[in-house]
């Protein structure tokens, strides 16, 4: 029973060791790229996450009939 907790013990903290490592790694070998800023008039104060995220809200309402 000892043996068989303690492979799970030694899995479990292998894996939170390479998702760590994976974690520091990756941001370096594959940036996140900015996304370009587009000036539009009324709509420049919201970025594009805001803009989707108010017409999901607008739709849900619309269909939950409040």
């Given at each position: 029973m000892v043996?068989?907790?303690?492979?799970v013990f030694g899995f479990l903290v292998l894996?939170?060791?390479m998702m760590?490592?994976?974690g520091s790694l990756v941001p370096r070998w594959f940036p996140e790229e900015p996304e370009p800023e587009v000036q539009s008039g009324a709509d420049s104060s919201l970025n594009r996450k805001q803009k989707?995220?108010?017409a999901a809200a607008v739709a849900w309402s619309q269909r939950s009939g409040s």
């Amino acid at each position: 029973m000892v043996v068989g907790m303690g492979t799970v013990f030694g899995f479990l903290v292998l894996l939170v060791l390479m998702m760590s490592t994976m974690g520091s790694l990756v941001p370096r070998w594959f940036p996140e790229e900015p996304e370009p800023e587009v000036q539009s008039g009324a709509d420049s104060s919201l970025n594009r996450k805001q803009k989707m995220a108010v017409a999901a809200a607008v739709a849900w309402s619309q269909r939950s009939g409040s």
